[in-house]
């Protein structure tokens, strides 16, 4: 029960909150418990207390005229009027008499023309009885109704209390719940982003979309309702259990063979609903992923037609999911409303046959109170216990969640540094360096070159020759296997990544826009860029005259990846974005490919002016924007195949020769 554990130390973050609820459903339950003892106390000393013993006596207070006599009930006479002559009213049928004798509360009685017999132990006794009507049984109640008042009174504010007091712990529950779940999705996001790269190459977003959203609902629900029927269920059990024993002990005893078979069905129920959970949630995280990549991707599924193939992806995994839902549901079913309604007939006929065989007998006297009060106990136990039954998959399906939560959490991230280091110059140096995404495949080989503060560096090879993993081991989303890459000579392994990373900036070939505004989406809200420093690196790189028919200029809105704006003003704001955090070392990954020639343009006439005292890494296919470039590199399968500028790489005529070439629409036969 590990997962439950660490569940338990979250709830500990809102220990107070807890504590709260926990005082207010105590008080629910004990006015909730307490209010059937009341109900007892009133029918059988109150409403049938007529029935019990009287005494003739002198004196008024408490006592009723009937006859010309005063008459007291020994529950309210002194001992010296106890000592007076005793009197009995006894209901038979649907009457009442008044026997002016005190007669015994057992035996079977019968009324025969107003003489009262008697049957106990064989024996028959006779009584004279005189009937009373409405009126004389309404003066024999009026010494009660005080009492009766004072119950009903009692049993009202013991209900007030039970409300009031449900609410308050409803409340502060699902408050404490809330609490959890910010603190636990907090710490999830925080988490991602402290994991590596390299941990999102095999996981689909959708996947870690539903852990964060639908895994944490799942145990926000054992929070909210599994913890609160649990907590209600416990102590409302033990506070029926009891009053039960103070009623009467044997049959309490019995009941409490509920409690084992309640055990024995939850370690079985579990047995399956933790594998049908496990699947259930996995296949939810699919669905996620599968839905989130379709969106993504909509417009290539139509443009291909792919849709009814995608349609038969989707619904297959949906059914698998179908599937196990209604497995589940089919075990839910058998733990609810069907065990708790057998266990509750069991406990009827017990409860029947206990009285009707032991305690309604000719020697002993049912009390109605009694057995209103064990009838009430009875049903007000099945309550909590179906309750705590329903929330069994509730339960099963938080710790499946939590442990999938907890999986993530529990893996290695990269702890945040806050150490600062003063601005690179920018020299960088690649020691022979050796880099795998997998151990012992290479995708770099040997890699070998420096860059000089203020220098270009071009990165050119076709798809796959290594290019973006270069500038993945210099940003250290990876670290090479061998060798050492270093920074103003400093192995970059021994600067905290955060604090590497804060003098480094990058645009992308597929820019990524944020949610926002242009000037969010520049600055990243990060304080220290204003927005005069916006808009002098908007227009540094030269999207002033881009984005100046925009309505609302550097405030327009910005939907989800900037759908909304075209390819090359997207990627000018991610230039800026870049030029904002005045980055000593900038990588460019293929930053001019995805935009037009005009744009191309404004980028290129800016480059002059950005890249002064700045080191600057160029990832490009279209050969003709790296000409300047100090130093070009060619790289063909993970290794340096030449090295040098675009003159002198032209005199060789190699490998760049023909790229060149090629790429300016010659002929391979004209150029060899």
Not at 267 to 296: D, G, P, T
């Amino acid at each position: 029960m590990v997962v439950a554990k660490r569940l338990f130390q979250y709830a500990l973050h809102v220990k107070g909150i807890i504590l709260t609820a926990v005082i207010a459903l105590i008080l629910s339950v004990s006015a909730d418990v307490l209010s059937p003892l009341v109900a007892k106390n009133l029918i059988d000393h109150h409403i049938l207390g007529i029935e019990h013993g009287w005494v003739e006596t002198n004196h008024s207070s408490q006592a009723v005229h009937f006859q010309g006599k005063l008459y007291k009930r020994m529950t309210y006479a002194t001992a010296e009027e106890k000592e007076g002559k005793k009197a009995s009213i006894l209901q038979v049928g649907k009457y009442f008499y008044f026997v002016n004798s005190d007669v015994p509360q057992e035996g079977e009685r019968t009324v025969k023309n107003h003489v009262l017999i008697v049957s106990l132990h064989g024996k028959t006794t006779s009584y004279k009885a005189t009937p009373l009507s409405v009126t004389d049984i309404f003066h024999f109640y009026q010494p009660e109704v005080p009492y009766m008042l004072k119950r009903f009174i009692v049993y009202l504010l013991l209900f007030i209390v039970s409300g009031v007091a449900a609410y308050g712990q409803f409340y502060y529950l699902q408050k404490a719940a809330n609490r959890i779940i910010q603190k636990m999705r907090n710490d999830l996001f925080s988490q991602l982003q402290r994991l590596p790269i390299s941990y999102f190459d095999h996981l689909p977003a959708g996947k870690v979309v539903a852990r964060i959203t639908n895994d944490t609902e799942a145990i926000h629900d054992l929070y909210v309702a599994v913890l609160s029927n649990f907590l209600t269920g416990i102590i409302y059990m033990a506070g029926i259990y009891t009053a039960m024993f103070l009623l009467d002990a044997k049959l309490a005893l019995f009941c409490l063979v509920l409690l084992p078979i309640l055990y024995v069905w939850m370690k079985i129920y579990r047995i399956f609903a933790q594998k049908y959970n496990h699947i259930i949630r996995s296949k939810n995280s699919e669905l996620n992923a599968m839905l989130n990549e379709a969106i993504q991707g909509m417009s290539i599924i139509q443009v291909f037609r792919r849709q009814k193939q995608v349609y038969h992806d989707f619904e297959q995994l949906n059914d698998t999911h179908y599937k196990y839902q209604n497995k589940l549901l089919t075990l839910n079913s058998l733990s609810s409303h069907n065990l708790v309604g057998i266990l509750r007939n069991l406990i009827f006929v017990v409860f029947i046959w206990y009285f009707g065989h032991d305690a309604i007998g000719i020697q002993t006297t049912l009390s109605i109170g009694l057995l209103y009060a064990y009838i009430d106990y009875i049903n007000r136990l099945f309550n909590p216990i179906n309750n705590i039954v329903n929330q069994f998959g509730n339960l099963e399906q938080a710790l499946v969640a939590g442990e999938r939560v907890f999986h993530l959490l529990d893996q290695e991230g990269i702890t945040v540094s806050k150490q600062t280091i003063p601005r690179f110059q920018g020299n960088v140096t690649f020691d022979h360096v050796y880099f795998g995404y997998k151990d012992h495949q290479y995708v770099l080989k040997d890699i070998h070159f420096e860059a000089k503060q203020g220098e270009t560096i071009a990165l050119v090879g076709h798809s796959g020759s290594g290019k973006s993993s270069i500038m993945n081991v210099l940003f250290r989303f990876y670290d090479c296997q061998k060798g050492e890459i270093r920074i103003d000579g400093v192995n970059i392994q021994d600067i905290p990544k955060q604090t590497l990373r804060e003098h480094m900036g990058i645009v992308l070939q597929d820019p990524y826009l944020f949610t926002g505004t242009i000037f969010t989406n520049v600055s990243l809200n990060d304080p220290r860029i204003t927005r005069e420093k916006v808009e002098d690196v908007l227009k540094a790189v030269g999207a002033e005259q881009i984005l100046q028919h925009l309505e609302k200029g550097i405030d327009e809105p910005v939907i989800e990846k900037g759908s909304t704006l075209s390819a090359g003003q997207r990627q000018l704001i991610s230039f800026a974005r870049a030029l904002a955090f005045n980055p000593a070392i900038l990588i460019l990954d293929e930053a001019t490919s995805n935009i037009d020639t005009e744009t191309e343009a404004l980028i290129q006439g800016a480059m002059d002016v950005l890249k002064r005292g700045r080191t600057t890494f160029v990832i490009a296919h279209r050969l003709s924007t790296i000409k300047n470039a100090d130093q070009i590199i060619v790289l063909d399968r993970g290794e340096i195949v030449e090295h040098g500028s675009h003159d002198s790489l032209m005199a060789q005529k190699g490998t760049y020769y023909q790229m060149y070439q090629m790429q300016h629409g010659l002929a391979f036969s004209d150029v060899s």
